[in-house]
């Protein structure tokens, strides 16, 4: 493996023909060889691990490690590289990055497990080798989390900017026998006031690749900062506006079939027989499989692959989910709370004593709420094309996973893991669903099973039914205030359902004495992670909690969760912001309200006050106002956009989704019943920015949308006095 040597850290590319590659080497050694046929393949460009290169032309080309899924991490993660190394915005391309275990995810690794370590110099290429060797062995190279800024933006992209440019600088340097320290440099250009010279970067490419790395590139301060935190438009847009942009369900190759596919509707059930008699003598069929936990028709046209399919009929065996119906499910919920008491259950997180604290609190207050499970509905369905043959098997979809997409078809089609290319595009949606590798092992499985490439698509009723859920729960809370209203204990019980979630806890919120604890429920259904994850949940149960605690204490929303965040200035920022945004104080009309919340996650501050109108046969929400304090919005433009897409999102779920099960199967099948906000829904949203560390950053994805539902509730009380503790709200009753 070779010395271990800050060399091996940052590394500087090797230059011919007037191209330069410099980036942050991710292993010990310099794999040019495995990695140059990946992402240098321009003539003369020569790569040693990097995550940017700089051809004759002078154009910069970021090299990113993550997936585009309408969430603009394109842009902002080579703004942030672009920014550090002084280029030409006008003159920067992206690319992302391979599905390659050199370019797994590491950095995001760091940041989930070790966001503050900090170790001295010498130590870092071994501690950054460590997690790249972590983050190898899990497959991980994943878009999600809101991870991609606060880690690999922070910590890679940054830095392969900066070291890229002092390289620059020093090559010029020497060309020009001039100090260093007398040159700048901007617009992809270095320039020696001095001398009047000015040269483009290109120009010192072959120099500057001899050149000895910069033990600690210096990172700019936010003064200095001249693309990040201004709002640039997003490179994916205009491929996606014009109808070039290339998703997975895009894929075309000579001679491709079309498979539509039916899964068992019970989860672990297998076909035990089916009649495709009918089916196999229609026009363009050319295969019908039975996968034993899915049928398969494989034909010329997906119109002729699913009409086929829609004649076969099928019997599946018998489980023990078949009984299962989403009243039972609740139910069992409820009995396993009862059950656990004041006592069982795994505690998450403990502080005093709540026991005592409660018993002894002039007011009491109790509460329990619920929550369904829910689909992710993404508009490009879930699709994916395989081609096994020969030895080979290439793969394309678009999935926030590549590495482990490439691993899943490499064991599913029993060939070599380096004989098998993945082909990564945008995604049309993501939100967590394309993180699995349900529909990998599918069509590598059909492909393999037939001598053409074939292209598998679901049907929006296979993909409602057999989706990967967002789980359902249910959150029981006690809590007691004492004479002057001040809340002295909080205790919460929730049933758990999937791994992994961050735990339910009110640190923000300064009460003594507080215990969380969860209940496993096993059940047959299959879960994964959904925007936001379980801070979805959570954050409704606890901010509808936190109103209903306020209420009997005499005081409104905004001012309780004042007393509740004294002594933390950042977090009361944004409180205080969202209220003046909102006119907190200012009167409504008879049958309209206000309601807030706040939920911290994924590093950023979000405090969001909703606005409804009740006074028409259907609810309305109105205005949603967005405080948000990221540490530092690299585009801002970018980030309100995130913030206005999880209010799309959230007000979906908060107001119509649900997903329910009877006889062990999923009941909903499409947009009929599985319903989705409308424009004309939509409400008015107001988003504010607060920088207020950019040091420690947060994410954009996903944050917006946990105060979303218990600021609406919350606002339903105000105008009503009518609680909702379940959701959605097409369920509620207001009149």
């Given at each position: 493996m070779g010395k271990w040597t800050r060399r091996a850290f940052i590394g500087a590319g090797v230059a011919a023909g007037g191209a330069l590659v410099v980036g942050i080497a991710v292993r010990p050694g310099n794999p040019v060889d495995q990695l140059s046929p990946l992402v240098a393949k321009g003539e003369g460009e020569k790569l040693i691990n990097a995550w940017v290169k700089i051809d004759a032309e002078n154009i910069v080309t970021a090299i990113v490690p993550h997936v585009e899924m309408g969430q603009g991490i394109f842009t902002s993660l080579a703004q942030m590289l672009a920014d550090e190394l002084d280029a030409d915005w006008s003159k920067v391309r992206i690319l992302e990055a391979p599905a390659d275990a050199k370019y797994s995810s590491s950095h995001i690794g760091r940041e989930f497990l070790a966001p503050n370590l900090e170790v001295p110099e010498i130590l870092?290429?071994?501690?950054?080798?460590?997690?790249?060797?972590?983050?190898?062995?899990?497959?991980?190279?994943?878009?999600?989390?809101?991870?991609?800024?606060?880690?690999?933006?922070?910590?890679?992209?940054?830095?392969a900017g900066a070291a890229a440019r002092e390289m620059l600088v020093a090559a010029a340097a020497e060309k020009w026998k001039v100090p260093a320290a007398e040159l700048r440099t901007e617009n992809s250009m270095v320039i020696h006031d001095k001398s009047s010279k000015s040269e483009p970067f290109a120009n010192f490419a072959e120099a500057a690749a001899e050149q000895n790395l910069p033990a600690k590139p210096t990172l700019k301060s936010p003064k200095d900062y001249k693309l990040m935190g201004k709002t640039i438009a997003?490179?994916?847009?205009?491929?996606?506006?014009?109808?070039?942009?290339?998703?997975?369900?895009?894929?075309?190759?000579?001679?491709?079939?079309?498979?539509?596919?039916?899964?068992?509707?019970?989860?672990?059930?297998?076909v035990e027989s089916m009649d495709a008699s009918v089916a196999k003598n229609m026009p363009g069929v050319l295969q019908i499989l039975n996968m034993g936990d899915f049928v398969a028709v494989v034909a010329d046209g997906y119109w002729q692959a699913e009409?086929?399919?829609?004649?076969?009929?099928?019997?599946?065996?018998?489980?023990?989910?078949?009984?299962?119906?989403?009243?039972?499910?609740?139910?069992?919920?409820?009995?396993?709370?009862?059950?656990?008491?004041?006592?069982?259950?795994?505690?998450?997180?403990?502080?005093?004593?709540?026991?005592?604290?409660f018993a002894n609190a002039a007011t009491k207050i109790e509460a329990e709420y619920k929550v369904p499970f829910l689909a992710h509905a993404t508009m490009e369905p879930m699709n994916c094309t395989a081609w096994v043959r020969?030895?080979?098997?290439?793969?394309?979809?678009?999935?926030?996973?590549?590495?482990?997409?490439?691993?899943?078809?490499?064991?599913?089609?029993?060939?070599?893991?380096?004989?098998?290319?993945?082909?990564?595009?945008?995604?049309?949606?993501?939100f967590g669903r394309r993180s699995e590798m349900d529909v990998i092992i599918m069509a590598t499985r059909i492909a393999k099973a037939t001598q053409y490439p074939v292209k598998m698509i679901?049907?929006?009723?296979?993909?409602?039914?057999?989706?990967?859920?967002?789980?359902?729960?249910?959150?029981?809370?006690?809590?007691?205030?004492?004479?002057?209203?001040?809340?002295v204990s909080w205790s919460n019980i929730h049933t758990h359902l999937f791994d992994p979630q961050e735990a339910p806890t009110v640190p923000y919120y300064k009460i003594a004495n507080h215990k969380i604890r969860k209940i496993d429920v096993p059940t047959h259904l299959r879960f994964g992670p959904w925007r936001s994850v379980d801070h979805s949940q959570h954050g409704y149960f606890i901010e509808s909690f936190v109103d209903e605690m306020a209420h009997a204490a005499g005081k409104d929303g905004y001012a309780f969760r004042r007393e509740l965040l004294a002594g933390s200035p950042r977090h009361l920022k944004v409180l205080d912001k969202v209220a003046e945004m909102s006119g907190w104080d200012q009167p409504l009309p008879a049958g309209h309200g206000r309601g807030i919340a706040f939920v911290p996650s994924f590093g950023t501050i979000v405090a969001e006050v909703a606005e409804v109108d009740m006074t028409g046969a259907k609810l309305k929400v109105k205005t949603v106002?967005?405080?948000?304090?990221p540490g530092f919005a690299v585009n801002p433009d970018g980030f309100a956009?995130?913030?206005?897409?999880?209010?799309?999102?959230?007000?979906?779920?908060?107001?119509?989704?649900?997903?329910?099960?009877?006889?062990?199967?999923?009941?909903?099948?499409?947009?009929?019943?599985?319903?989705?906000?409308?424009?004309?829904?939509?409400?008015?949203?107001?988003?504010?920015?607060?920088?207020?560390?950019?040091?420690?950053?947060?994410?954009?994805?996903?944050?917006?949308?946990?105060?979303l539902a218990p600021a609406v509730t919350n606002a339903i009380f105000a105008a009503t006095g009518k609680r909702v503790r379940e959701l959605p709200l097409s369920k509620a009753q207001f009149t």
């Open positions: 870092e290429p071994t501690v950054s080798g460590s997690f790249l060797s972590l983050a190898t062995a899990m497959t991980l190279q994943i878009t999600g989390g809101s991870f991609s800024i606060r880690g690999t933006g922070q910590r890679a992209m940054r830095t997003r490179t994916d847009i205009p491929a996606k506006s014009d109808g070039s942009a290339i998703f997975g369900i895009d894929a075309d190759l000579p001679d491709m079939k079309y498979a539509a596919v039916k899964a068992a509707p019970v989860v672990g059930a297998t009409q086929a399919l829609a004649t076969i009929e099928t019997r599946y065996s018998k489980t023990e989910g078949d009984t299962l119906d989403q009243d039972a499910l609740f139910a069992r919920y409820a009995t396993m709370l009862d059950e656990a008491g004041d006592s069982e259950g795994d505690v998450e997180t403990e502080n005093g004593d709540v026991t005592n604290a020969d030895g080979k098997c290439d793969v394309w979809s678009g999935t926030q996973s590549p590495l482990m997409a490439r691993k899943t078809a490499a064991e599913v089609s029993g060939i070599d893991y380096d004989n098998v290319t993945y082909h990564n595009a945008f995604l049309g949606g993501g679901w049907s929006r009723e296979e993909d409602t039914t057999q989706d990967h859920y967002r789980p359902s729960a249910t959150s029981r809370f006690q809590g007691g205030l004492d004479e002057n209203g001040k809340a106002y967005v405080a948000a304090d956009a995130q913030m206005e897409s999880s209010i799309a999102f959230g007000l979906t779920a908060a107001l119509y989704g649900e997903i329910s099960i009877k006889n062990g199967a999923v009941q909903q099948s499409n947009f009929h019943d599985y319903p989705i906000l409308r424009i004309n829904e939509m409400p008015d949203v107001k988003v504010e920015i607060i920088n207020g560390d950019h040091k420690k950053l947060g994410g954009a994805g996903e944050p917006g949308l946990p105060p």
